[in-house]
C-alpha cells in the first residue's frame, strides 16, 4: 500500500514538473516568434529623407514641376526601402515579470466597459484576472531568444555603451503568459521602451493556431 502511494505521489510530482518545464518553454517560445511583430521592422531600414515641401498658392511652374519631381523620388524610396548597414542593439530584459493590476486596469475590466475597451471579447477577462495573479517572474538566457531579425539582442551595459557606434533601437520587457486551460489562448504584457518620450505598454491577446501563436488584439496600457 505505501509503495503504491509513493509511486502516485512520484507520478503526480513529475507530471507538475512537466507541465510547468511545458509551460516555461512554450513562454519563451511566444516571445521567439512574436518578438519582431512586437517591436515592428522600422528600425531595420534606412532613415527615410524629409517629405518635400508642399506647394503654396503662390508657387511658379518651376516650384511645381520641382515638387512632383522630389514627390515621385520619395514615393520611390518609400516603396524600395533598403535595409540600413548598422547593428541594430535591443536590451531585451532576461525575466519574465508579473503584472499587476491598477485601478485603471479595473475600471475596464468589468463586462460593461471591456467591449468598449479591448479588440476582444469579455471571455478574455478571466485570462486578465490569472495574468495579474502570477506572483513570481521567471529568469531566462536571452540566448535562447534566437529569432531577432535584422536585430541584435544585448546587454543593459552593451545597450548603454554609445561608443560602439551602433544603433540603440530600445528596450523591451515581457511578462509571464496566462495561458487558457488547454493552452489555445494566452495573454501577456509588455513594454517596449525607444527614448525618453517614446515608447509603450500593452496587453497582447494570443491564440494557437497549429504551432503558430497569433496575435489577435493588442490593448495600449500607455503610450508616451
Sequence with gaps: MKVSLIIIILGLLTSCNSNTTEMDNEELNILNQKLIELIGIEGSYEPLPVPPMPLWEES???DSLRYEKESA????????????TSVLKIYLYDSLTTYKSNDFLDGILSPNNFEANFPVDTTWIKLIRKLNGIEDPKGFDINQITETGNYTIVTKAEFNDTTDNKSRIGMMTMSRVAFSPA????????????GSLCGWGSLVFIERKDAEWKIVGQRNMWVS
Excluded at 77 to 83: A, D, F, I, T, V
Excluded at 183 to 194: D, H, I, L, S, W
Design 183 to 194: 493552452k489555445q489562448r494566452g495573454v501577456f504584457y509588455y513594454t517596449f521602451t525607444c
Design 60 to 62: 511658379t511652374r518651376e
Design 73 to 84: 523620388e520619395f514615393e520611390n524610396l518609400l516603396n524600395n526601402r533598403k535595409l540600413g
